[in-house]
C-alpha cells in the first residue's frame, strides 16, 4: 500500500494543447454555452407545480434550474429557524458548477467571488512544499472557472437568482415560511405540522446532511442517517490584511493571485483559502476526535481558545501565529453516512444535496454536487408535454446522477493523496478504473457538462421511444 506520508508524485506538467487532443471531450461543442433561456419552456409545455423542502444552496439551485425551466416552485422549511443561515464559512465552487451558474447567470461579482490561482500541499511541521498545482487554465481545460465563495454571499445571489422576475419565466420561486412541515407522502402530498395538506407534483427533498425525509425514498433496511467520524475540524476566518500586517505570517499570504494550501501533519490538517474577492482566509484545522453529544449538536459549536491553540502546538511555528490571530473559532463533527444508499428517487419525491449524498469536504465537491444535481432536474423537466411524463424523467435523473453523485461521495471521505483507501469501495460506481492521481482526480470531478450531459439523455430517450413506437406501429401493420 502507497505511504500517504511521503510527497506525492505527480506527472509533468502537460501543456493545454496536449490535454485537449488527449481527451478531445474537453473540446469542442462539449463546452460551447447554451444561449440564454435554452431550457425556458416551449409552446404547449406542461408546467409542474413543485415543493422543495429546504432553501440552502441545494434547495435555491434548484429552484433557479426548476423556474427557467417553466415551473411553479414553492421553497418550504421543515424548521422556519434553518432559513438562510448558511453553516461554516467558505465554499469551492470547481469547474463543473460554475459552468452551469454561469449559464443561469449567477452574477459572480456581486457574490464577490474569489478565482483560484494555484493550490499547494505542505508538510505542516516544516512548511516544505510537497506539490503544487497550479489552475490558470482551468477555463481552457474544463471550460469554466474555480471560484471561491463566502457562503453567506453564494446563498443571498441564489436566492435572489431564484425569487426575482426574469426575462422568458412564467413564475418566480416563493419562500414559505408561514408552516412547517411534519411529513411528505411518495404521492406528492406535504403535511404541515398545522395538519394542512398540499398536493404537488413534485417534492424535491434539499433538506441537508441531517435530512428527516430522505428515507420515504430508500427502504427501511437502508440508514439514511449520518454518524460521526473520528475526525473533528475547528473553523474560522481571519481578515488577510491582519495576516499580511505580521512579519511571521506574511510570506504565506503575499504573492500575486489567489491559492488554496493544506498543511498536513500526520492525522492533522490545516486547510485555509481566500474568500469575499481575497478579503478573508477561511481556516479548516481537522484533528482527531468527537465531539459529546453528537445526537444533540454537531455544527458551529463554540470553542475554548485554550483547546484550540493546544491542538495547533505540533504545527509549524509560522502556522501556530496564525492560528493565534483566529478570534471566533467554532468547531464541527465531522459525519458521513456509511454508504451510499441505492435511489435518488420514489414515486413524486427526488433527493438532491446532502438528503442525498452528504459528503466530507475532501474533494471540495460538496456544493458543486448539489448544484449539478438541481441543473440536472432542471434540463430534464424541460419541456415536458405531459405530466405522465413525470416518471420516466426522474427515472432518467436516477440514471443520470447515482453513479456520479455515490463515486464522489466514497472519494470525498478522504484526501486526494488518501484515495488508495477508498478504492475498492469506489470501483462498482465506475465504468474504468478509479482515478487515484490529482489530475485523475480533478478530470473525473470537473469535466462534466451536466447541463448538455443531461440533455443529450433526455434527447436520447425521446429517440428510443418513438424508434419503439414506430417498431410497434410497423408490427401492428403486419398483422
Known amino acids: 500500500m502507497e505511504d500517504s506520508t511521503k510527497p506525492i508524485h505527480c506527472p509533468p506538467d502537460e501543456t493545454v494543447a496536449s490535454r485537449l487532443l488527449r481527451n478531445g471531450r474537453y473540446a469542442g461543442e462539449y463546452y460551447k454555452p447554451f444561449p440564454p433561456n435554452h431550457f425556458a419552456p416551449k409552446p404547449g409545455q406542461q408546467s409542474l407545480d413543485i415543493a422543495i423542502i429546504g432553501a440552502g444552496i441545494a434547495g435555491l439551485n434548484a429552484a433557479v434550474a426548476l423556474v427557467q425551466s417553466g415551473h411553479n416552485v414553492e421553497l418550504k422549511m421543515f424548521e422556519r429557524s434553518k432559513f438562510a443561515h448558511e453553516i461554516g464559512a467558505a ?6 458548477a460554475t459552468r452551469i451558474l454561469s449559464y443561469y447567470e449567477f452574477d459572480f461579482e456581486a457574490a464577490r467571488a474569489t478565482q483560484l490561482h494555484q493550490s499547494s500541499l505542505l508538510d505542516a511541521h516544516t512548511l516544505e512544499i510537497l506539490r503544487i498545482a497550479r489552475t490558470p487554465d482551468t477555463v481552457r481545460l474544463y471550460g469554466a472557472s474555480y471560484s471561491l465563495f463566502h457562503r453567506v454571499d453564494l446563498h443571498q445571489q441564489l436566492q435572489k437568482l431564484a425569487t426575482e422576475p426574469r426575462p422568458n419565466t412564467k413564475y418566480v420561486a416563493k419562500i414559505n415560511l408561514s408552516s412547517e412541515i411534519l411529513d411528505i407522502d411518495l404521492d406528492g402530498t406535504v403535511i404541515l405540522t398545522s395538519g394542512e395538506r398540499m398536493k404537488k407534483d413534485l417534492i424535491v427533498v434539499a433538506d441537508g446532511v441531517r435530512t428527516k425525509f430522505a428515507a420515504k425514498v430508500v427502504s427501511d433496511q437502508i440508514s439514511t ?83 484550540f491553540l493546544k491542538d495547533c502546538s505540533p504545527l509549524h511555528p509560522i502556522l501556530q501565529a496564525v492560528c493565534s490571530k483566529a478570534d471566533d473559532i467554532k ?149
Open 91 to 96: 465554499i469551492h465552487m470547481c469547474p463543473n
Open 225 to 307: 442517517g449520518v454518524s460521526p467520524t473520528e475526525k473533528v475540524v475547528y473553523r474560522f476566518l481571519i481578515p488577510t490584511e491582519r495576516l499580511l500586517e505580521d512579519p511571521r505570517t506574511r510570506s504565506l499570504f503575499e504573492g500575486e493571485g489567489f491559492q488554496a494550501n493544506i498543511a498536513r501533519l500526520d492525522d492533522r490538517r490545516l486547510v485555509w483559502y481566500p474568500c469575499r474577492q481575497g478579503a478573508l482566509q477561511n481556516f479548516g484545522f481537522f484533528v482527531p476526535g468527537k465531539i459529546q453529544g453528537y445526537e444533540q449538536e454537531v455544527w458551529n459549536i463554540p470553542v475554548d481558545r485554550e483547546t
Open 331 to 479: 468547531l464541527f463533527q465531522l459525519c458521513m453516512r456509511k454508504q451510499p444508499i441505492p435511489a435518488l428517487t420514489k414515486g413524486s419525491v427526488v433527493l438532491i444535496g446532502d438528503a442525498a449524498h452528504p459528503m466530507l469536504p475532501h474533494q471540495g465537491q460538496g456544493g458543486a454536487m448539489a448544484v449539478e444535481d438541481g441543473a440536472a432536474l432542471g434540463v430534464l423537466l424541460s419541456d415536458l408535454r405531459s405530466k405522465k411524463d413525470v416518471p420516466r424523467r426522474l427515472q432518467l435523473f436516477q440514471e443520470l446522477r447515482f453513479n456520479r453523485v455515490s463515486a464522489v461521495q466514497i472519494l470525498s471521505s478522504v484526501g486526494q493523496d488518501e484515495i488508495h483507501k477508498v478504492v475498492k469501495a469506489a470501483q462498482p460506481f465506475f465504468e474504468g478504473p478509479v482515478p487515484t492521481t490529482v489530475e485523475g482526480l480533478n478530470d473525473y470531478n470537473y469535466t462534466p457538462n451536466i447541463l448538455r450531459d443531461a440533455l443529450e439523455l433526455l434527447r436520447q430517450d425521446r429517440k428510443d421511444s418513438l424508434a419503439k413506437q414506430e417498431q410497434k406501429g410497423y408490427a401492428s401493420s403486419r398483422i
